[in-house]
Nanobody, 126 residues
Framework: QVQLVESGGGLVQAGGSLRLSCTASGGTFRNYHMGWFRQAPGKEREFVAAVSGSSGTTYYPDSVKGRFTISRDNAKNTVYLQMNSLKPEDTAVYYC???????????????????WGQGTQVTVSS
């Protein structure tokens, strides 16, 4: 069983920055594929970023590319999401997710992940 705990959300003005953290417990973190998703009220869940296990390859949708950076610290069992140049449309609950199986996967597909955190609220004011 893998448990994920997110932190770092909050209220920030447009153009500001936040860094989210997600710490995992259970299993061999370095092998996990890790992802960040977000969901705004009344909208579907949206892929934000992912980093693969072993190779550390990163993935981003166009909506955040160049503004958000995902990274991982395997020694701390933690994945980070650095968010810069935030916009009001980035307001959402952000969730981290883990696929502990490793191997091939579809980083942007929510169904590829077996475990989810409880979410952390990010609010960007205009």
């Amino acid at each position: 069983q893998v448990q994920l705990v997110e932190s770092g959300g909050g209220l920030v003005q447009a153009g500001g920055s936040l860094r989210l953290s997600c710490t995992a417990s259970g299993g061999t973190f370095r092998n996990y594929h890790m992802g960040w998703f977000r969901q705004a009220p009344g909208k579907e869940r949206e892929f934000v970023a992912a980093v693969s296990g072993s190779s550390g390859t990163t993935y981003y949708p166009d909506s955040v590319k160049g503004r958000f950076t995902i990274s991982r610290d395997n020694a701390k069992n933690t994945v980070y999401l650095q968010m810069n140049s935030l916009k009001p449309e980035d307001t959402a609950v952000y969730y981290c997710a883990a696929d502990p199986r490793g191997g091939s996967y579809e980083p942007s597909r929510g169904g590829a992940y077996d475990y989810w955190g409880q979410g952390t609220q990010v609010t960007v004011s205009s």
